[in-house]
């Protein structure tokens, strides 16, 4: 089995506000099948209130970010699934639910993870 990461950024979610309860509830009710399939490992959002530190090797700490990674928001999952066939299925199930395109990615194999 392989994870795969599926995600979207903040700016992503361009909902009005008297949709976003629907929203919340069809992005819970994806995550519950996903955890009753057994195929749900973690997920959440990015708390944006919190800003993000540079920790170097020498325990050294920055209020700073990597470049690429300025604008790193939003929310993702963490599946594992048996094919990247069914991690699209399980992106455009999460696309649907939250009325957004998803970002998926696979995880590399490491027999220590």
């Not at 020498?58 to 990247?84: A, I, K």
Request: aromatic share 8%; glycine share 8%.
């Amino acid at each position: 089995m392989t994870k795969f990461l599926i995600s979207f950024p903040g700016s992503a979610m361009n909902i009005a506000d008297e949709d976003m309860a629907a929203v919340s509830e069809a992005a819970h009710a994806v995550i519950r099948e996903a955890k009753n399939a057994g195929v749900y490992v973690f997920g959440g959002g990015i708390n944006g209130d919190v800003a993000p530190l540079m920790v170097a090797a020498d325990g050294t700490v920055t209020n700073e970010t990597y470049p690429q990674t300025r604008e790193f928001d939003g929310g993702f999952c963490v599946l594992e699934l048996p094919s990247r066939e069914a991690a699209v299925l399980w992106a455009a199930k999460i696309a649907e639910a939250c009325r957004c395109s998803q970002e998926l990615r696979e995880f590399g194999y490491d027999p220590e993870s």
